[in-house]
């Protein structure tokens, strides 16, 4: 079945430090990618998403590419603020509604 | 443009008690489903529907109900609480397979 696997963390860092969560999945075939991300007290809300290999998502400052090769999907951005400090989802659908996620990664960043 | 809306947003139980959780959207969606969040283990779906009267078990379906009479809302029901299922519930929906979905700002859920 298809299944999502990302780096759990915690992670902690400084502001504007460079941030990355790796994510990698299995599918039988080539799913939609997606990262999500949930504020303290909120829902998830959609970051950025990838519908086809060696596409690019990106949105805030944060970029992820759909990688075939290494069915993976890793989340970067390159300047970190206090703001981004959240849980981030990795999360992939296939040819249906059902989104399967990975365990979420805690990101904390310190001024 | 109220999107997912999920009440109540926090509630108590005592085991054995039942409830529902309601969740209601306002973008004629038809998919809408519930999902479940325990720490370390990222969302896991309870139930789905693909439209008004058709639902379907996802990974953890077990003590919930669900039903879709209409396109709009989709109710969760606990019929015998029990402390297992101590949670925060999300609700979601979207316009089609494969689109990202919309989620609600969830139910965190205490059974005692």
């Known amino acids: 079945g298809n299944s999502v696997t990302q780096m759990e963390g915690p992670v902690t860092l400084s502001e504007e430090a460079f941030l990355t969560i790796n994510c990698t999945y299995t599918?039988?075939?080539?799913?939609?990618l997606f990262w999500y991300v949930q504020y303290p007290g909120e829902g998830l809300q959609l970051l950025l998403k990838?519908?086809?290999?060696?596409d690019k998502g990106s949105n805030k400052g944060f970029e992820a590419t759909y990688r075939k090769e290494t069915t993976s999907f890793h989340l970067e951005k390159g300047s970190v603020q206090v703001s981004d400090s959240a849980v981030y989802f990795c999360?992939?659908?296939?040819?249906?509604?059902?989104?399967?996620f990975g365990a979420g990664t805690t990101v904390t960043v310190r001024a | 443009n109220a999107g997912v809306t999920q009440t109540p947003k926090f509630q108590v139980l005592k085991t054995g008690q039942s409830m529902t959780l309601q969740c209601a959207q306002d973008?004629?969606?038809?998919?809408m489903s519930w999902y479940r969040q325990d720490p370390g283990m990222g969302l896991r779906l309870i139930h789905y529907?693909?439209?008004?009267?058709?639902?379907d078990q996802g990974e953890v379906p077990n003590g919930y109900n669900v039903s879709r009479s209409t396109t709009e809302d989709f109710p969760l029901r606990l019929l015998s609480a029990a402390p297992s299922q101590t949670s925060v519930y999300f609700c979601?929906?979207?316009?089609?397979?494969?689109?990202?979905?919309?989620f609600g700002d969830g139910t965190r859920l205490s059974i005692l």
């Open positions: 973008m004629n969606h038809e998919y």
């Open positions: 990838a519908t086809k290999a060696d």
């Open positions: 599918a039988t075939g080539y799913p939609s």
């Open positions: 999360a992939l659908i296939f040819n249906d509604y059902k989104l399967s």
């Open positions: 979601a929906s979207s316009y089609s397979d494969g689109q990202p979905q919309h």
């Open positions: 529907s693909v439209g008004a009267g058709i639902t």
